[in-house]
């Protein structure tokens, strides 16, 4: 996800590692003096290791994504729309707890949890518009590709809004009054995070900035 930020290619390839996501356990899973590795819990058990195993799926994409859109050799729509279609299903399949809710519907959750569930949402939907925005513009007149144009709009408008919901969160006497959305996207999350701010409105206004819009 680094290299990327950067314009460089990933630097480690999947297929030359075969470590596994790490098991969704508890600190107090883990003793000394114990012979085997516990069985993971399930996904509706709220770890600090279930939004790392939620990242790292974002961040597999990502790069199955940086490949097929940075290659000299560029994929056809048809392989673009497979990866649509994989990231759509990894989205889908997140844990139940980081799956997208209103801020309305998570006024029982707590505020780290809301958080993180907003921040793996903008980089989503900034995975969105990496795969479609090439077609942002030529399906406007191609029907081809209106479902790139409409995907790569959408998802620029839905970061808008969670943006526009951080900031009133984070105004006083909102949930986040007392913290910084970045607190709690640390590393290559908080870096790309911090990037997909200032992207939405580009995507939003480039095609009302086209003369033939």
Known sequence: MSSAQIGLPKMINET???TQEPSNLLDSDLFEGMTHVPATRPDTVVTRVLVMQAKSRLISMQGMITEATNSAYPSSYTEVMQIDKLLTDT???FPP???PKSMAES??????LVMRRCLLELVYH???VNLHRKYLIVGRTDAQYLYSRRACL????ASLQMQDSLDKETQPGGRFSKVSPFAYSKGSLGSSVSWDFFKPPSHRSFPAQSPTH
């Open 16 to 18: 030359m590692s075969d």
């Open 126 to 128: 900034k995975l969105v």
């Open 91 to 93: 989205y889908n399949n």
């Open 107 to 112: 006024i029982l959750d707590e505020p780290g």
């Open 97 to 99: 707890d980081f799956r």
């Open 154 to 157: 959408e998802a620029a408008l």
